[in-house]
């Protein structure tokens, strides 16, 4: 999400359908696609999720949706094994 700041006026989200064959196929680019822009001001990565074209108002969390006790989120993998990573 690409933002002017709090208080300049509306906010946009960006929706960029990628269609791939398998859902684990979906989350892997999602999880590479979200990394690549993580310095990208305004991305929140922790957000993104994976959807089959059919049913987009089901969604998948890419990443933990977890947050930490100091309100940041988990970085690690959807379902991960093991202690939260911080972002």
Do not use: K, N
């Not at 998948?60 to 930490?68: A, E, G, N, S």
């Amino acid at each position: 999400m690409l933002s002017h700041g709090p208080t300049t006026g509306p906010r946009y989200v960006l929706h960029l359908p990628v269609t791939v064959p398998t859902e684990d196929q979906a989350v892997r680019f999602a999880y590479a696609l979200a990394r690549s822009l993580a310095l990208v001001p305004g991305v929140e990565v922790a957000g993104a999720t994976v959807s089959a074209e059919d049913a987009q108002h089901v969604r998948r969390w890419v990443f933990c949706d977890r947050i930490l006790p100091d309100r940041r989120r988990c970085r690690a993998r959807a379902d991960h094994d093991g202690p939260c990573d911080p972002v």
